[in-house]
């Protein structure tokens, strides 16, 4: 059954911690994207990548790092330096570019406490 | 100005009434339009995606592009409290390396 799998689901952080959630997909697709996801603002680009071991940054990458070792694997680390880490975190992937159709994952809840 | 713009609601209907979602983008680049569901604490998934200008029905969903006027709409006929959610425009222009997300709508359909 090929889909995208986010863990944790629920993730705390205490201030000044780096956290890293974890995106796996089995669909074969090669670009993978980060969102984040806050009450009336839609979503927002953090970082994507369309082939492995190459990724850029997208509109709100500050204070966030991403690695892609593996086609499979997009790895998010909130760092210390994101001021407002609480959010909604998705990850999605894409099989073709020009024709959109994103499939996402279920999403980390990331509190601040 | 944002470049995709679209009303974040609350909007509340009674079930069985046709509901009506909109999204205005300033981008005239943009060809391939997108519309996705939303269920509380979960990810977004496809409902309807159109290319260029016209329309697509699927069963009791209908999207519309107007390229000339900016605007694409969503129609859900004979709405179900299932359809309770929060729906996401999206679009993008050929060779783009994104989705350019709208607010998102949020939907509640009273039984």
């Known amino acids: 059954d090929g889909g995208i799998t986010q863990s944790p689901k629920y993730l705390f952080r205490k201030e000044g911690q780096n956290v890293t959630l974890s995106c796996e997909q089995n669909?074969?697709?090669?670009?993978m994207y980060w969102y984040r996801q806050d009450p009336g603002q839609g979503l927002r680009l953090i970082y994507y990548?369309?082939?492995?071991?190459?990724?850029q940054k997208g509109d709100i990458a500050e204070g966030y790092s991403v690695s892609r070792e593996k086609k499979e694997s997009f790895p998010l680390t909130v760092t210390s330096a994101q001021k407002n880490p609480t959010a909604f975190y998705l990850c999605?992937?894409?099989?073709?570019?020009?024709?959109?159709?994103?499939?996402f994952g279920s999403g980390t809840r990331l509190t601040v406490v | 100005q944002k470049e995709v713009e679209q009303d974040p609601g609350p909007l509340s209907v009674p079930e069985g009434a046709i509901v009506s979602l909109n999204c205005t983008y300033s981008?005239?680049?943009?060809?391939?339009f997108m519309w996705y569901r939303q269920y509380s604490r979960k990810g977004p998934e496809l409902l309807m995606y159109?290319?260029?200008?016209g329309n697509k029905e699927d069963g009791r969903f209908t999207a519309q592009v107007d390229k000339s006027s900016k605007y694409i709409s969503l129609f859900i006929r004979d709405s179900q409290p299932s359809d309770s959610a929060t729906y996401l425009c999206?679009?993008?222009?050929?060779?783009?390396?994104?989705?350019?997300f709208g607010q998102g709508t949020r939907l509640t359909i009273n039984p």
């Open positions: 999605a992937t894409l099989r073709d570019r020009d024709r959109g159709g994103y499939t």
């Open positions: 669909l074969n697709h090669d670009a």
């Open positions: 990548s369309h082939i492995v071991n190459d990724f």
């Open positions: 981008n005239s680049a943009f060809q391939y």
């Open positions: 159109t290319y260029s200008s």
């Open positions: 999206a679009m993008t222009s050929q060779g783009a390396q994104k989705l350019v």
